[in-house]
């Protein structure tokens, strides 16, 4: 028969067996903290090597992304990059990864290409998206699945180069309609922290039409033209290169974005692990001294009760 030992808790009295749980007494098992401590520490582990990987990914792709930089610039001083422009046909190329882990920059991607859908929308609009990165198709397949045209997915399976991208615009030019192609994208400034940006490509009817118009858009008339191609074949040839350079820096600075976002988010689990193992740590060091204490009282009555 088990001996009763009564514990006040609470204002209230229970009493409990050798080998049950005191009623009404916060008790765990030193086991199963043993189990949880053995747990985090196993996610740790896991969390810095992610971010080891990461930050190695970086350094990679962070040079590769400022190159890059330079094949687009002179495309803005020719053509410009005007964001504002009202025009009927707009396609929302919407960049992002195909891996979670990283952050906010997906949500910021899709935030961005939603707003900007229903800022250039009216009854005599037409608004699309091609969706590249299986992140931003899983958020806008929910509400905005009619009017996807093109969804791209496991773009960085293998190492981003100017060829994989060129291929990629082309297939785009090829099966959409656009007066703007306007490509949302993460732009790359540190380690913990991202831009929101948007670049615009516009049509060559579109380019004509500004330049006419007198807008913010570069003459091509004051260049000297070479060779018997026109002018709106030149200008076709030009904003066809111009949307692959985009494109190629906008992948690349997402990519940058990405693997940094990574690194912050694999650190900040890191630290939170461990403070989990500090907290876990106090509380066996409690359970496994209560277990003791409890041990001590049941021999020292037992004893007693002998003596009596």
């Not at 964001?83 to 990283?102: A, E, H, M, Q, R």
């Not at 009017?147 to 060829?163: A, F, G, H, R």
């Not at 099966?175 to 948007?198: C, H, Q, W």
């Not at 490509?201 to 500004?210: C, G, H, R």
Request: proline content about 2%; glycine content about 6%.
């Amino acid at each position: 028969m088990s001996r009763k030992i009564y514990v006040q808790s609470s204002n209230k009295l229970a009493w409990v067996g050798r080998e049950q749980a005191f009623i009404g007494v916060r008790s765990i098992s030193t086991q199963i903290v043993r189990n949880r401590m053995k747990s985090v520490k196993n996610i740790q582990k896991i969390t810095k090597a992610m971010k080891m990987v990461a930050a190695s990914k970086l350094r990679a792709i962070q040079v590769r992304a400022e190159n890059s930089r330079g094949l687009w610039q002179p495309f803005t001083a020719l053509l410009g990059d005007t964001p504002s422009v009202d025009v009927k046909k707009n396609v929302i190329v919407t960049i992002s990864s195909d891996k979670g882990l990283c952050g906010g920059i997906n949500s910021t991607s899709v935030k961005t290409s939603r707003a900007l859908f229903k800022l250039n929308s009216g009854p005599d609009k037409e608004n699309r998206y091609v969706v590249l990165g299986e992140k931003a198709k899983a958020q806008l397949i929910r509400d905005s699945r009619k009017d996807i045209e093109i969804t791209l997915t496991e773009l960085q399976k293998n190492p981003l180069n100017y060829t994989q991208v060129s291929v990629i615009a082309d297939e785009i030019l090829k099966n959409v309609e656009y007066d703007a192609l306007r490509i949302v994208f993460n732009k790359f400034g540190s380690v913990v922290s991202f831009m929101p940006t948007t670049a615009t490509i516009l049509s060559p009817e579109i380019v004509e039409k500004e330049a006419e118009a007198g807008g913010k858009i570069g003459d091509l008339d004051s260049y000297e033209i070479e060779g018997g191609e026109t002018k709106s074949e030149i200008l076709q040839n030009l904003t066809e290169f111009q949307f692959s350079c985009v494109m190629f820096n906008a992948v690349l600075e997402n990519a940058c974005s990405e693997q940094g976002a990574r690194m912050s988010a694999m650190d900040s689990s890191s630290r939170n692990a461990g403070d989990m193992l500090d907290r876990l740590t106090l509380t066996y060091n409690r359970t496994r001294q209560a277990s003791i204490t409890t041990e001590l009282i049941e021999i020292i009555s037992g004893a007693s009760a002998l003596e009596g």
